[in-house]
Structure formats: structure tokens, C-alpha cells
């Protein structure tokens, strides 16, 4: 897999009033759209937040596309927006945290799945500034279904990565 570390000037808008706060009331888990109708994101966006993990997620997103000048034209991808938790603020804790989650995943063999860790800053509650991680993960393949799969095959493998860094985190604490 290959996997990038980028800084982005967009503001992440956590303190959107859409916002479903999956730590307080997993069961809201069914009103994100996405999570019903992919088994392998559901899984995650509970495991980045429960009550052990140091992580938190306030946005998710799939999409498809294709790309006619690439053999593999069919993609699916995923954007994950999440926050170390609680109340992180340090914009190099988040690029340490992009370095090491890059690090892991390009341990993964294949050009078929791309991972862009973006560090970007983040309105939150209260109108005080911090920061945020959004994960995109890209898959391709030659059917849609093809790509489909890579893709819940390299949100396993997100997972792992977000698992072991989790670990890191805590110890640090």
C-alpha cells in the first residue's frame, strides 16, 4: 500500500451540528448512511470510538469514481475524519501519529491500495482551534466490486495500524 503524510489548510468542522458522537451513543451508529451499508467502516468507526480507544471520529464518507487512464480504472475510496481524544491540540502529535500509521500501512504489498494521512486544523466546540486527522484510502480495480473489496480488505488493515498506534498513545499517557 502506499500511503502519504499531507498538511492541508481546510478547516475541519467538528463542532458541526450533524455531528453523531459515536462514544456516547454507538447505537447512533445506524444513522450514518455509510456505516449501514459497509459492514468493514461500521466496524471501525465503533472500534475508533470506544470507551478504550484514544481516538474519535466526527465524519465518514465513501464514494466511487473511475479513472479511464489507469488499467485498474474503477476506485473506491473512504475519508475518516478523527481526533485523538481527549482534548490533543499538538499539530506535531498528529504528524507523528500520520508518520507511524503511514509507516505500518506501507508494510502492506501492492500498488492496488493508497492511503493520504492529512493533518488539517479543526474548529471545535466552543470556537477553539485544535487539529484533526483525515485518513482517505483509495482501491482499485478492474470491476467495481473488485475495487469494493480491496478497499474493506485495506480498511482492515487501517484498522491494525490504528490498533497499534492506539497502543503507543495509551502508554504514553
Known amino acids: 500500500m502506499r500511503a502519504t503524510v499531507t498538511t492541508s489548510k481546510e478547516n475541519c468542522d467538528i463542532a458541526h451540528l450533524e455531528h453523531v458522537d459515536l462514544r456516547e451513543d454507538p447505537g447512533a451508529i445506524a444513522r450514518i448512511d ?15 470510538n470506544d ?7 466526527f465524519g465518514c464518507k465513501v464514494w466511487t469514481a473511475t479513472d479511464d487512464s489507469a488499467a485498474e480504472a474503477n476506485v473506491f475510496a ?18 507523528d501519529l500520520a508518520r507511524r500509521l503511514a509507516g505500518l500501512l ?57 490498533l497499534f498506534a492506539a497502543r503507543a498513545i495509551r502508554q504514553n499517557r
Do not use: M
Open 106 to 162: 506501507e508494510r502492506e504489498p501492492g500498488d492496488a491500495l493508497r492511503a493520504e494521512l492529512q493533518i488539517s486544523p479543526a474548529q471545535l466546540a466552543g470556537g477553539r482551534q485544535g487539529f484533526c486527522l483525515r485518513v482517505f484510502l483509495f482501491a482499485r480495480g478492474t470491476a467495481p466490486e473488485q475495487a469494493q473489496l480491496r478497499w474493506s480488505l485495506g480498511l482492515a488493515r487501517l484498522q491494525q495500524a490504528l
Open 34 to 48: 455509510a456505516a449501514r451499508k459497509h459492514a468493514a467502516l461500521r466496524g471501525l468507526l465503533l472500534n475508533l
Open 78 to 95: 473512504s475519508r475518516i475524519d478523527l481526533r485523538v481524544s481527549p482534548g490533543e491540540e499538538d499539530e506535531a502529535q498528529y504528524h
Open 51 to 57: 470507551d478504550d480507544s484514544p481516538f474519535s471520529t
